[in-house]
């Protein structure tokens, strides 16, 4: 079996992390300090903000950010008004025509600049425009990132996730929704990226895949700074025979192909990317992942089911049918995470050795999240 070769590194960790990567509220703040506003962030689908006007807001940690449409175009800003502060808009979605703080009514267009302030005449509005932040849109999907310098884009560090014949930005969400894991966010990345426990703790899932066989199919296509996984396709791989698409029969649960040509497209995409996403892409609907940390011991997991946009439900697909396999292994997982975060708080945790083929991508995944953090640990620090 061929092992992931990221994960072989010299440097990847051979054991599970020390527990106070878990179970420390500092290490929280330095995960979010150090990692998360240091990423590209999954926000949502294109297809969820259809119209001019149409925004949705983003929370991680005490940031909170504003992504707005404007015409064809996309803008990201901190959510914070230039005047004294307060939160601009205090609704998670909904539509403008512009943003009026709720303080003292300056208010701000969709791109974030500065248009009305009430009865102060001696300020240039251009220098007082919120704080904007990066976004990009990559194949229907919306990603923010924080850092303050200009970040590698999204497509580029994920150019060789061939999924254009996908056309998923021709797809729509049909469900978007949230899990809540009493544990920490690594251990929901780290259950996400491995299927050494998915023989006994998934079965519906191990009726269509062999877990044993998980590796054969990725693509290793990290660097030295970043962690990702592509497949063009698992079917040859650890796609059980008859199978052709992830649900509870493993039969089509979406009649409309997904794809720009309403060809059916046989192939069984993933991608896995540091530090919380992933996506499987399916014939007749995809599946996003993304975990988001809340407190050392508290995560958000949030699935989004897609299917054509021309897909209508009751006719093409039945969404109890379509998500019915994702929500009982999110569910699954969550009992993993929770039972893991459980012992690793205990004074018996002492740290495994990790499986050096099916535990490999997770070596992979905790070497990169080491290099963040060990990259900026402050002398004294644990």
């Known amino acids: 079996m061929r092992v992931v070769p990221h994960s072989q590194s010299a ?4 054991t599970a992390l020390e527990q106070h990567y878990y179970t420390s509220p500092e290490w929280h703040q330095r995960d979010l300090d150090l990692v998360f506003k240091n990423r590209w962030l999954f926000v949502g689908h294109a297809s969820q903000l259809p119209n001019h006007g149409d925004f949705i ?6 940031e909170s950010v504003v992504i707005a449409r404007e015409k064809d175009k996309l803008h990201a800003f901190y959510n914070s008004c230039r005047h004294r502060g307060s939160r601009l808009c205090t609704q998670d979605h909904g539509n403008v025509k ?11 267009g969709l791109d ?8 102060v005449t001696e300020i240039d509005k251009s220098q007082f425009s919120a704080v904007p932040v990066a976004v990009e849109e990559w194949h229907g999907m919306i990603f923010i990132h924080l850092a303050k310098t200009q970040p590698n884009t999204v497509a580029g560090y994920l150019a060789a996730a061939n999924l254009g014949r996908y056309a998923l930005q021709r797809t729509k969400v049909v469900l978007d929704k949230t899990y809540h894991l009493n544990s920490n966010w690594k251990l929901a990345g780290e259950t996400y990226n491995e299927c050494y426990h998915c023989g006994h703790t998934h079965p519906a899932l191990c009726s269509l895949v062999d877990p044993l066989k998980d590796l054969e199919a990725w693509d290793d296509t990290s660097t030295a700074d970043d962690f990702a996984m592509y497949t063009d ?20 649960v979406c009649q409309k192909p997904l794809g720009a040509d309403g060809e059916w497209h046989n192939e069984i995409a993933a991608l896995s990317w540091f530090p919380n996403f992933g996506i499987f892409v399916y014939p007749d609907h995809a599946v996003t992942y993304s975990w988001m940390p809340v407190a050392h011991d508290q995560t958000l997991f949030r699935s989004t089911w897609l299917v054509h946009e021309d897909a209508v439900e009751g006719k093409d697909y039945d969404l109890a049918a379509l998500t019915a396999l994702g929500d009982v292994t999110n569910v699954e997982d969550k009992v993993v995470c929770e039972n893991a975060q459980k012992g690793i708080e205990t004074a018996g945790y002492i740290p495994g050795p990790l499986h050096s083929v099916f535990e490999g991508p997770l070596r992979g995944f905790n070497k990169v999240y080491l290099d963040y953090v060990n990259a900026n640990r402050v002398e004294g620090q644990p």
């Open 233 to 252: 396709d698992m079917r040859d791989a650890i796609i059980k025979p008859g199978t052709r698409t992830f649900s509870m029969d493993g039969q089509l």
């Open 11 to 14: 440097t990847a960790p051979r």
């Open 98 to 108: 512009a943003f009026t703080c709720p303080n003292h009514a300056w208010t701000y």
């Open 112 to 119: 974030g600049s500065l248009k009305i302030a009430p009865r």
């Open 57 to 62: 807001t983003f929370e991680i940690g005490k």
